[in-house]
Structures are given as structure tokens and as C-alpha cells.
């Protein structure tokens, strides 16, 4: 098994993923959101790129099953239902609807990944249900991280260097990681001992604290507290597995 | 003084390092062959992005005064003087030379930086030669890793994190570090107790040795072994300033 990393989306040819197994990481914060979403009993996501596509194919049924959710610069979009705090997206809200969702770094990473043969969409929430993910499939994969508006996010590295480093740690046969996937590794051994602290010092961490949205950076600092793996599937996201903690309380727990 | 950094050249828009000062990092091995070939006495070194390009402007000089350069994937190209080792860049090669120099990942990030206004070449070889000057100019700037055909390469970004991490340890006033950079220092103090190890499990440091160059290595992960600090000066690499071990006949002008 080959691990490949991508710190960015934006420099990825998209036929360079196709039929590849593809993990896309943007813990700040649609990963979360879509999570959450889909934990607490949406039917399903539907990530689009832009808010004119959002708005087309949310149509007639928009309201009423359809909501549309999330983002542009950190801030809610008009004729949106939702935002991008994952916290909105509660089981009053969301359950058994389809959510049309449009953030500015996660939609256009999973826009890449749209001719990947797996997709799943992991987060420090998920990360062990990202790990399972992984293994099960056996074969190689590729960590998208979501960056920040085309850069580099710190967050996201780490969340990905997580999911290297227990791979490494789970001693499978004939694990081969490339120069970013090893940095990775390093980076989140780095900042292991204090996520959250580490989410708060990321520019983009920064940047939300700044227009009031800093509760959400606990939110998406927890790990494996929203037990359910989201899964891209043609151009829906949905629930193709979860554990079974998923059932019983279905309350994350923020550490 | 705010200091960004990019792991890979592709993505960047050229006009977005207009007027800006910019360390363009390819330790293996653009960076450290044009500090050898400086430090050995060549006049100057003329990057260029295609081989015919190199052809065509060494015209008529070829052989003489002027000589041609440079790899691709990490192998001498045909009618070429000298490859990409820095070894080969011997004073007694070059001493007095103009070279037309092109790699695969280096001259990509120098035409990148073509509209910046101060633009200097680091490796580990020259790394304390970079920190003066980007003290010196005392203004933001943006390192650029070369990378590795697109790819993030680790000996480009430890580099830049011993940058990243001297500024640190300056303990200058309102310093900024955008995520990469923090991400690249946190690499450093990962990798710092064995550079060449770090080098030589690299992916570009493996393929260097499996084409029979891995005495490479070593050359490149020198800290301070070649004080000279190149500098693209239009469309030009010379050296503009150097150290009292350097010879008084390359006496630097700084501006």
C-alpha cells in the first residue's frame, strides 16, 4: 500500500485520482459539518462548487426536504438555511433531509475527487472510522487535505499526518509513504499533545475566532467523537458505514 | 515582518510574488550546484526553463565563455557541458563561465519568482548566508520550495524550516509565520539531528542514489559548507554578496 498526500487540492489533475481510493480532510470545518450531518440522520449531501449551482438544484423542493448549507468566507450565504458551524447541523434541523453544501476549500476538494474509484471524508471526529476505512480497502490511497483558499492549512496536515501515523503504527506489511505523507506524520506528532491548541494557532482557526465563530474549533478539534465514516457515491454523500457507537446515544462528545 | 512559504511552485500565480522578496529552496540540487558553481568563480548563472531555450540563447559563445547545464530527472541532457552534480561545478570547469542552467523543479521556482524584487537561492550549503539577508531586507517575504515535479519534497521543506526556525531563535520584533512556514519550522526540529539520514530517505534522495549519484547527498546536506548567497538580479543569477571567506575580487555591493 502506497500512501500519497496532497496539501492542497488545487495543483491535482483530477484524472490523476480517478479510480484511486481518495480520504479529502477539511477539518475546518466541512468535514465536521458533513459528519455531523450525516450523524445525526440527514439523508444525504450534495457538495457543490458554487452557490448559483446550489441554488439550480435545490429547485422546488428546497425548504421542505432540501436545505442548503454552507459558506463563503467563514460567513453563512444568503438564501442559505445553514452555515458552515458544525454544531447547526442538529438532529431538529437536518434529519431526513438532503442538504445542498458549498464551503469554499472542501467543495472544490471533493470536486477533485470526483472521478476517485473511494471516497471518504474524514476529519479529527472521524479519524478512526477514516483509519478503518483505509485498511479495509488495502490498496492505495490518497489524502486530500482541503488547504486554505489554495494554501497550505495546518490543521488539516495534521489531522492527515494522524491518519499516517497510526498506520505506522499499525505495522501492516508493505506500507510505502511519500515525502508529504511522512511530514505529515511528523507534523502531527509535533502537535499530538494539544490539538485543539494547535486548531487555535492555525490561521484559519485565527480567522474564525475573528468573526465569531471560535466554539467551533472545539467542535472540530475532538477526536473520534461523531463515529460515522461519510462517503462520497457518484455525487452524494452518505453513511455507507458506521460503528457501532454510532446508535446508541448519538451524542458527540466534545472533549 | 510576515514570512509565507509554498511547498510546491505550481500553484503560484507569478504576479503574486510582484515586488515581494522570495528564498527559492531546491536543495537537490539547483541550489546547491549554482552555489557551488558561484563560490568556484563562474560570472554568472543564466536559469532557463526548456532546453531548447538553453540552446538557443548559448548560441555561438557555447564552449567558451558560455556553458550549458542542468538535468532532467536527475540525468545530464545531450549536448550539455556539465549535469546537475554540485561537484561538477569545479573551479577549474567554470571559473570566469557564464552557465545556462536548467533543471527540472529549480528553474520552474526562479521563473516564478521572475517579478519579485529581490529574489535569493538557499540550500543547507548557503542557509546562514539566507537568514542575513532575509534579516537585512527586514521585509515579508515568501520562500518557495522547487519540490518534486509538482510534489512536496521534504529536503526542500526541512530546509525551509531551519530558515523558519533561525528566525525564531532571532528573536526579532513582529515576526508572522503563515501556516507552511510554522509547519515547515515544527519539520526542521523533527528532521535537525540528522540531515543527511533526512535527505537520503527522501524520495528525490532515493532516486538520486538509485541513478548512481548518491554522492550527492552528502554535498547537499552541508550546513554552511558554500557561503555565497545567489541572487536573480534579472534575468541573471550572481552573486551579490558573500562572506569574508569568499575572495575579495567577489566583493559584494549590498543594496
Known amino acids: 500500500m502506497r500512501v500519497e498526500l496532497h496539501f492542497t487540492p488545487h495543483q491535482i489533475d483530477e484524472l490523476a485520482l480517478r479510480d484511486r481510493t481518495v480520504v479529502v480532510i477539511d477539518v475546518l470545518r466541512a468535514s465536521t459539518s458533513i459528519a455531523n450531518a450525516l450523524f445525526n440522520g440527514a439523508k444525504e ?3 457543490v462548487t458554487s452557490v448559483e449551482r446550489a441554488v439550480k438544484i435545490s429547485g422546488n423542493l428546497f425548504g421542505d426536504h432540501v436545505l442548503r448549507g454552507g459558506e463563503r468566507n467563514g460567513k453563512m450565504i444568503e438564501g442559505f438555511n445553514l452555515g458552515n458551524s458544525p454544531a447547526e447541523y442538529s438532529e431538529e434541523k437536518i434529519k431526513g433531509k438532503a442538504i445542498i453544501f458549498s464551503s469554499t476549500n472542501g467543495s ?4 477533485k475527487a470526483r472521478f476517485a474509484r473511494n471516497v471518504a471524508i474524514g476529519g479529527f471526529v472521524n479519524i478512526s472510522q477514516v483509519v478503518a476505512f483505509v485498511q479495509e480497502v488495502n490498496q492505495d490511497f490518497t489524502v486530500l487535505c482541503a488547504g486554505n483558499n489554495g494554501m497550505f492549512s495546518l ?3 495534521v489531522c492527515a499526518g494522524m ?3 497510526r498506520l505506522s ?3 501492516l506489511d508493505d506500507v510505502a509513504f511519500s515525502d508529504a505523507a511522512i511530514a505529515s506524520g511528523m507534523l502531527y506528532k ?3 499533545r494539544n490539538l485543539l491548541k494547535m486548531v487555535k494557532n492555525s490561521e484559519h482557526g485565527k480567522y474564525l475566532t475573528g468573526i465569531g465563530q ?3 474549533l472545539a467542535f472540530c478539534a475532538g477526536v473520534d467523537t461523531i463515529p460515522v465514516l ?3 457515491i457518484g455525487s452524494v454523500i452518505r453513511v455507507k458505514r458506521d460503528t457501532e457507537k454510532a446508535e446508541p446515544s448519538k451524542t458527540p462528545v466534545i472533549s
Do not use: K, T
Not at 472544490?108 to 470536486?111: G, P, S, Y
Open 45 to 47: 449531501i450534495i457538495p
Open 108 to 111: 472544490l476538494a471533493l470536486e
Open 155 to 157: 490543521e488539516d496536515s
Open 163 to 165: 491518519l499516517v501515523q
Open 169 to 171: 503504527e499499525a505495522d
Open 190 to 192: 509535533g502537535y499530538s
Open 214 to 216: 471560535a466554539d467551533d
Open 230 to 232: 461519510p462517503q462520497l
